[in-house]
């Protein structure tokens, strides 16, 4: 068997898993992005704008475009931040607390499917590897005292 780099393993991993949601998504007329949105917006106190991209790891642009559609289909509503004039703050109407839930229950079944077919010993070194990963990346260690060649 040929061996395969841990990015290519990460990439397709997360691409079948993507389209697995927005396949599901499409039974509720939505989309993977903005079923995340949902689960990214507290539900009691809303969000700041400026915080759901850093939250969500996207950039403002893509979020602008996902947050537009959103409030046209009345998922969310924009108010004034009543603790700085300048910002604004995200809150899920009635129907998009509706939706919130469809979009939580997704992840929830994906994640119950995953744990009767994976040990919980192995999902354990799944979540230490991911971290390590992870803490190299944000550390910028990966390419640290590598010169290009």
Known sequence: MKEITIDYALRATWQAVARMYNEEAKKFGSTMAVGFTLLSIDPKTGTPSTALGPKMGMEATSLSRILKRMETQG?????PNPNDGRGVLIYLTEFGLEKREDSKNVVLQ????VRKHVSQEKLEGFFEVMETI?????????YLNHSAK
């Open 110 to 113: 994906f994640n119950q499917t």
């Open 75 to 79: 998922m969310i509503e924009r108010k």
């Open 134 to 142: 992870n803490q190299l990346v944000s550390e910028k260690n990966i």
